[in-house]
């Protein structure tokens, strides 16, 4: 199935390390380059932000998720191709499945964690077949990515579970894992 839409989650803030802004421009720029749609959470600030600005300036499709809660908090970008405003989080990460064909996972806090493990227990449960890219810029899932070993090592994740979280350093390694041509 070829890739039309990809997922984003990351974060609202921008994080300390300029490289994840950086990461995040690039991969806006990157997927507009290739005609490949955003899906984000639809706010107006942080990497979300950094992200669809960068798509945006360089053309691209850029559709906004956000639940109605949000939507002062995290200041909605009202400039994005879609956005749609919706009730729950839970309906924000069913219309953000609903609409994308693969799944990458940049640095963020308790969201984009929430965002990639429910996705990846989606999989698990064969509720979709589509790929999850952790990208892990400047090793900031290194920890994470550790613990996910050590959760198969004590038998509470299975080896084949773990394979599915696919993971790259950079947006040009995802882009390739995605089999997303230069």
């Given at each position: 199935m ?5 997922a984003v ?5 921008n994080g300390?390390?300029p490289?994840?802004?950086a ?15 955003i899906i984000?959470?639809?706010a107006?600030v ?6 669809a600005?960068?798509?945006l ?8 998720v ?6 002062d ?11 749609h405003?919706?009730d729950?989080?839970?309906t ?6 609903e ?16 965002e990639m493990f429910?996705?990846?227990?989606w999989q698990?449960?064969?509720?979709h077949?589509?790929?999850i ?5 400047n ?6 990515l550790g ?5 198969v090592?004590q ?13 790259a350093?950079?947006?040009?390694a ?6 997303i041509?230069?």
């Open positions: 070829p890739i039309r839409n990809i989650f990351c974060a609202s803030a300390v390390d490289a994840y802004q990461a995040a421009d690039d991969l806006g720029r990157a997927l507009a380059a290739h005609d490949i749609g984000y959470g639809g107006k942080g990497l979300m932000c950094a992200v600005e960068a798509a300036t360089h053309g691209g499709h850029v559709v906004g956000i639940p109605e809660v949000l939507v908090l995290e200041v909605a970008h009202e400039g994005v191709t879609e956005l405003v919706v729950t989080m839970h924000r990460k069913a219309l953000m499945g609409k994308s064909d693969a799944f990458i996972i940049m640095p963020g806090g308790f969201g984009t964690l929430e429910e996705v990846l227990a698990t449960l064969r509720l077949d589509k790929p890219v952790l990208l892990n810029i090793g900031f899932y290194d920890q994470l613990f996910l070993d050590h959760a090592g038998g509470m994740l299975k080896q084949k579970s773990r394979e599915i979280l696919l993971v350093s950079s947006v040009e995802a882009l390739e894992i995605l089999g041509a230069k």
